[in-house]
Structures are given as C-alpha cells and as structure tokens.
Nanobody, 115 residues
Framework: QVQLVESGGGLVQAGGSLKLSCAAS????????MGWYRQAPGKQRELVAS???????NYADFVKGRFTISRDNIKNTVYLQMNSLKPEDTAVYYC?????????WGQGTQVTVSS
C-alpha cells in the first residue's frame, strides 16, 4: 500500500496561484500513474491532471493552460501548479497513485478561491 500526503491547499483570490504537493511513501518508479482529482460540494470527484511513470501527462479541458503537473523522482513527490485560479476551482483536491494494481488516495487538501 502506498501512503500519500497532500499539502499546499489554502485560500486564494481569483487570479492567484497555489502549488499542491503529494508526497508518496514509495519510489515514484514503483507507481504506474499519479493523478490529481478534485471534488466540489455536491459534485462527483473528477480528474484534474495525471502523470505516468514515463512522464506522460494528461489534463482535464477545464485546466489546460492554467495547471501543470510535475514530478520530483528524488523527493518522491508530485506537484500541481495552479495558476489563474477561478472560484469554480474551489474543491477538495486529492492525490491518487496507481501501484501494484491498487488505487491509493491521499486525505485531500482544501482549495478555496474567492471572487
């Protein structure tokens, strides 16, 4: 089982930036894919961005050009740089890691964007 710890959430004004971090308890090379998801109140959890072991990235249309996912293989950490934030980006952001055939989730970090 992979332990994931997210950090970096908070309150920011519209147009601002935040950088989320997700630290994994194992080497990123053991993880097939890592992703950031979000869940707003009353809505289903949705994919924001993902990155594979080989570095391929995928983004939801609603964040393309604003968010960037990256990884630090030495620190076993995946990041989500969020720029030009909008009030509709307000949600709990979760980190997910697919490893050893299992999906592992972090505890989530709250992101609130004020207008």
């Amino acid at each position: 089982q992979v332990q994931l710890v997210e950090s970096g959430g908070g309150l920011v004004q519209a147009g601002g930036s935040l950088k989320l971090s997700c630290a994994a308890s194992v080497s990123l090379f053991s993880i097939l894919e890592m992703g950031w998801y979000r869940q707003a109140p009353g809505k289903q959890r949705e994919l924001v961005a993902s990155i594979t072991r080989t570095g391929n990235t995928n983004y939801a249309d609603f964040v393309k050009g604003r968010f960037t996912i990256s990884r630090d293989n030495i620190k076993n950490t995946v990041y989500l740089q969020m720029n030009s934030l909008k009030p509709e980006d307000t949600a709990v952001y979760y980190c997910k890691a697919i490893a050893f055939g299992i999906s592992n989730w972090g505890q989530g970090t709250q992101v609130t964007v004020s207008s």
